[in-house]
């Protein structure tokens, strides 16, 4: 078993669990890391059948059913966000939705009346870019989560 998580990938972990040291975990994290993925968790079941595999034979063995499974495993790219709120009048909304979808934000949570408050997810590559936009339009308030 070998997971990776975080937006960094910093936070891992592997286990052998019972099988002799080094010739689980890190293998399944060496074709984790190969694949530069993260957010991911791999566990391989192995079953005895009676013939000793030694731990050149296991490392393979965890390494070559990794590969396989990260194979054909769908891999799902999402980009990093930086959550924010803005308030805005609600005769603003066509200007504010145009650099919405102009710089791929997602739109988290929406309440509308007189005003409007948008909870959106800004590309952390273009966040610069977004808040140069939303300095340019008039009587919005945005603040970071």
Do not use: H
Request: hydrophobic content about 40%; overall charge neutral.
């Amino acid at each position: 078993m070998a997971y990776r998580i975080g937006v960094d990938g910093s936070t891992y972990r592997v286990s052998d669990d019972g099988e002799p040291s080094g010739s689980a975990g890190r293998p399944i994290l060496g074709q984790i890391d190969s694949k530069q993925l993260t957010n991911i968790m791999v566990v391989v079941v192995r079953y005895f059948g009676g013939t000793l595999l030694g731990v050149p034979g296991l490392i393979n063995a965890y390494k070559t059913a990794t590969s396989l499974a990260l194979q054909l495993a769908p891999i799902i790219q999402k980009s990093v966000e930086i959550e924010y709120v803005l308030n805005f009048d609600y005769q603003q909304m066509n200007e504010v939705m145009m650099v919405v979808k102009q710089y791929q934000c997602t739109v988290l949570e929406q309440s509308a009346s007189l005003f409007v408050m948008l909870k959106i997810g800004v590309p952390k590559a273009r966040l610069e870019e977004v808040i140069s936009k939303w300095k340019d339009l008039q009587g919005i308030t945005y603040t970071p989560l």
